[in-house]
């Protein structure tokens, strides 16, 4: 006996989310089916409404739904420092803290040439836009310390110092709580690198 | 910032499934709005499709998209051998070694007085209908081998046997392919009493 084929098809989909594996998969359609139909036309109904309702925001690119999210909505955010990262999530992490308090850019993605993604696949023309009017002084590249991360900020200070920008790009160290005897060696040879005087 | 309500309530409703916590909710929603609108439309009318049409046997309680399972409508199946398992999703796990020729009863869960749950609360009444027209002769007990799946099996054996039924327990043991130094002493204990001539 097999699944009920609809069942089946719920299966596969949630599989293609990430971390989610066959057995998972399956315990969460079961799972949901257990509940009772109203579970699952539930979590329909909630993505159908967010599928509508969710999108980006026209300016930054951060998640919103409205036309502008609410850091860009903020009049009290500072519009002469813009922090450009790769993921509409990574807006999230820094607004988390709450330390940040200039505009963002999300670039959807980062230079990655085995993936094929070069600068046109992500929002540097829009970035380039932003830049026009000379209010944003600033920019702090804050992608993630990768291969790809370092790769595209390098290649974003390259196009923006030109232009007359104060390009910084975020801290790379030891993390607040980790110990010395866990660190690898990259992240101990860029610590040293970034020292600071006391 | 925090997320748009839409996302949040979708996160919400991902974490009360199975095996989810708040940080993979959030990965598994950011994942579908990346993708696209399209993506959680998708797995939503996919829920809404398998809310609607798929529920469970009439006869035996399993999962099921006709008013009988694959195995209540199969002439083939033994009528006079009834397996009864706890949960629908048992079934699927007999099906798929496939040397089960009989036919299953769902209880819907297992006896456990510590969350409530009393024989009325299982399909046991069904069960007991099942019985009635003296087609079933054997009945085999494959409650999981736990405390409740245990306590289930007696207590059923206990009302069926003077049915003049033939009632047996799955076997426990050593799972095939284990290795006896990581076996627990429990489960040895009972490997030795379940031994069988050579």
Redesign the interface.
């Known amino acids: 006996?097999?699944?009920?084929?609809?069942?089946e098809?719920?299966i596969e989909?949630?599989q293609?989310?990430?971390?989610?594996g066959a057995k998972?998969a399956?315990?969460?359609?079961?799972?949901?089916?257990?509940e009772g139909?109203?579970?699952?036309?539930?979590?329909?109904?909630?993505?159908?409404?967010?599928?509508?309702?969710?999108?980006f925001c026209e300016c930054c690119g951060?998640?919103?739904?409205q036309p502008l999210?609410?850091?860009c909505a903020d009049p009290r955010r500072d519009p002469a420092v813009l922090m450009v990262v790769a993921?509409?999530?990574n807006?999230?992490s820094f607004?988390r803290g709450g330390h940040f308090r200039g505009r963002y850019h999300v670039l959807g993605g980062l230079i990655s040439p085995l993936k094929g993604l070069g600068p046109d696949q992500l929002r540097i023309r829009e970035l380039l836009k932003r830049l026009e009017d000379g209010a944003i002084r600033e920019i702090v590249l804050a992608t993630n310390p990768t291969l790809d991360g370092e790769a595209t900020a390098a290649w974003l200070a390259r196009i923006l110092e030109p232009v007359g920008m104060s390009v910084s790009r975020i801290g790379v160290g030891l993390p607040i709580g980790s110990d010395l005897e866990y660190a690898d060696d990259l992240t101990l040879d860029r610590a040293l690198e970034g020292r600071r005087k006391v």
């Open positions: 006996m097999k699944l009920p084929a609809p069942l098809a719920v989909a949630l293609q989310l990430p971390g989610v998972s399956q315990r969460m359609a079961l799972h949901l089916l257990k139909p109203e579970a699952m036309n539930h979590l329909g109904d909630l993505l159908h409404h967010a599928a509508e309702k969710v999108g951060a998640f919103a739904d999210c609410p850091v993921e509409a999530s807006v999230l607004e």
